[in-house]
């Protein structure tokens, strides 16, 4: 199980929280950005279209870091991974496959001016890699080593460094062939992020398909976000989910924005005229919302409340 | 020739009538002007979604990808078309048609 507490000094040192100083919370973010949608289905305004377009670009601003700092996070093992893999090569585990997939991927693509230099046909080209980064953006100040905290914060701190180091990312495990760490989900988690920091993608669907991503058996976020209940659960819900249905769960605040202060679906006005209906069975006095509250809870109610 | 309508949900209002193309993988068969069919849309599809003149689902709800990408796009679209994919053939003409009905957006597929 992730905890992103355990890490809140990392995500407090990049920006990563809220104003609190705590983790996101990925449960209330997804009711704001599909409540918001939502909303402005069922009243498409003008003024409904720029509120849903500022929730979407803050959530944006918010998952790109989010990305970032755990592809980094991940990446910190593509030292060992990439020497892992080198040395299985180096056996002949894996004859034939190196060449075929350094052509494929083409890794120059990633590697910036270091042209002839593959990360994994050589054992120090990501370390190589790294330090070409520092230098081109930052100067040779003599840092020589290259060490998985340096590569993670290079990756993270250097803003020039997001779209190459999210390609790098991309790459790197998508021909990265096996190993503990890193792999496909990855680089689509990696792949979604490039796409938006190269301006490909807007922040609404960024931020959807963002909710999406995953790394080994949860939620991408689970390693930077606080969670309610079953998010995974909702998420899955989501996606049969009618209007109301997301209307209901969303902030009030947001709800009363949009026009939609005490809305009540339909589902929930049906729900509540049938638990009225069955309660006036068994009671001949006037059931009120207490009364009504405690039997959905299954409560037994107090004597008193019997005729 | 017959017409076949089907029902689904609208994500933005408004009538398009084009050339149904099933998407493939990453959506490159489809042109501009196209309607982009398919079961469910994904990532790998946004480029075909943003030639096409509309698009139409087979499942998903008012909030999966297709509908998210519509939104933001401007695109009349049509998701949760039950028994699209058994009623449309690739390249056939078809219409999508959105519009509030009883307080909900309906969405009308007919094939020409």
Redesign the interface.
């Known amino acids: 199980m992730h905890n992103p507490e355990h890490n809140i000094k990392t995500l407090q040192a990049f920006g990563c929280v809220d104003e609190k100083g705590k983790p996101y919370n990925l449960s209330a973010d997804a009711r704001k950005f599909y409540g918001a949608v939502a909303m402005y289905q069922m009243k498409p305004t003008e003024e409904n279209r720029r509120i849903m377009q500022a929730v979407s670009e803050e959530l944006a601003r918010k998952f790109e870091l989010a990305i970032v700092v755990a592809c980094a996070g991940e990446f910190r093992s593509s030292v060992s991974a990439g020497q892992q893999w080198l040395n299985r090569r180096n056996k002949g585990e894996e004859k034939g496959k190196f060449k075929k997939i350094k052509l494929k991927n083409g890794v120059e693509d990633a590697a910036f001016y270091f042209d002839d230099y593959y990360m994994m046909s050589r054992p120090r080209g990501l370390g190589m890699y790294n330090r070409a980064i520092r230098i081109k953006h930052r100067g040779d100040d003599g840092a020589q080593r290259t060490s998985s905290a340096l590569t993670y914060k290079q990756f993270v701190l250097d803003p020039y460094g997001y779209e190459v180091g999210l390609r790098h990312n991309v790459n790197f495990w998508r021909m990265q062939g096996g190993g503990g760490v890193g792999g496909l989900k990855w680089a689509d988690a990696a792949e979604v992020g490039l796409r938006y920091v190269k301006g490909e993608l807007t922040p609404m669907v960024f931020v959807d398909l963002a909710f999406n991503l995953q790394h080994n058996n949860a939620i991408l976020f689970t390693k930077t976000h606080r969670r309610d209940g079953h998010i995974q659960n909702w998420l899955n819900k989501r996606q049969q989910a009618q209007p109301g249905w997301l209307i209901e769960r969303a902030p009030q605040d947001l709800r009363e924005a949009m026009g939609f202060g005490d809305y009540r679906s339909e589902a929930a006005e049906r729900r509540d005229a049938t638990t009225d209906k069955r309660a006036t069975k068994f009671w001949t006095s006037e059931v009120t919302p207490e009364v009504v509250k405690k039997i959905v809870k299954g409560v037994k109610p107090k004597e008193e409340v019997l005729v | 020739m017959s017409r076949v309508e089907l029902k689904g949900m609208g ?1 933005v ?1 408004g009538v398009v009538r084009g050339t149904a193309r099933i998407a493939n993988a990453d959506g490159s068969n489809i042109k501009d002007g196209d309607i982009l069919v398919s079961k469910m849309t994904d ?1 790998k599809m ?1 480029k075909g979604m943003i030639r096409a003149e509309g698009i139409v689902t087979e499942n ?6 297709a ?3 519509a ?2 796009l401007g695109k009349v679209t049509a998701v ?1 078309v039950k028994g699209l994919l058994a009623a449309l053939k690739d390249k056939e003409e078809a219409e999508i048609e959105i519009r509030y009905e009883e307080g909900q ?1 309906q969405a009308t597929v007919t094939v020409l």
């Open positions: 994500v209002h990532a946004v998903g709800g008012t909030i999966c990808h509908a998210i990408v939104l933001d949760g957006t």
